[in-house]
């Protein structure tokens, strides 16, 4: 029976949504039908025919499952999009916090340069009175002081190329020949050790730029 009323081509009367329309328009035939295509490979589709000669409209499980499937991708894409902002926003708070401390330790190496300033600031000005006492209680009496361990610290951090690193060289040898030069209270000798300990300094500040952050030079 179903099958016979798929097969009929008789229209269905339905109420034209146009109240002014004419008795002969009030009704627009709509023709349920089969698909003769269909029918060949023994499955059935409902087709609804309007009665115009343009093509069929075919509703197919697979139209909507394609529909269903797709709409679910779009909705995974979005799920998607959103994780991948949380995650990138994760991402720039990480590297925000890892350009902080970056900042934070590059001015604790800088405050060791800065006390370095100072020291070499304090034994010159002792030098220039052939103060030697004064110039030694300043350096502590070798190279293993605090503050010129702490100098190195910084030294190796900052210096990236050779040439930064041979001033750095050449500014350790000339502040470990200060300092025996004036514990043997050699004036001369400790004075041309300090200038080229300067030297070497301010020319590894030059290469590095940080002559401008640094007070004193």
């Known amino acids: 029976m179903a099958k016979n009323i798929l097969s009929t081509s008789n229209p269905i009367l339905l109420p034209s949504s146009s109240p002014s329309s004419s008795s002969s328009s009030f009704v627009k035939p709509i023709h349920v039908c089969s698909n003769p295509i269909i029918k060949s490979t023994s499955k059935r589709e409902l087709t609804?025919?309007?009665a115009t000669p343009h093509s069929p409209i075919v509703v197919t499980k697979r139209g909507l499952s394609i529909s269903f499937i797709t709409s679910f991708v779009l909705s995974l894409a979005g799920k998607k999009n959103a994780n991948a902002a949380i995650l990138e926003a994760d991402d720039d708070e990480e590297l925000l916090e890892k350009?902080?401390?970056?900042?934070?330790k590059r001015l604790e190496k800088q405050g060791y340069l800065q006390d370095l300033v100072y020291k070499l600031s304090a034994v010159g000005q002792a030098l220039e009175k052939n103060d030697l006492s004064a110039a030694g209680s300043v350096l502590g009496g070798s190279t293993d002081a605090d503050w010129v361990q702490r100098a190195n610290i910084a030294f190796n951090k900052l210096s990236s190329s050779s040439e930064e690193k041979t001033e750095v060289d050449a500014f350790n040898s000339s502040l470990a020949s200060l300092i025996s030069s004036v514990s043997k209270k050699d004036v001369e000798s400790s004075k041309i050790a300090f200038v080229s300990s300067?030297?070497?300094?301010?020319?590894?500040?030059?290469?590095t730029g940080l002559a401008a952050q640094l007070k004193g030079l």
């Open 48 to 50: 609804l025919c309007k």
């Open 198 to 207: 300067a030297t070497a300094f301010e020319k590894w500040t030059s290469m």
């Open 99 to 104: 350009v902080k401390r970056d900042r934070k």
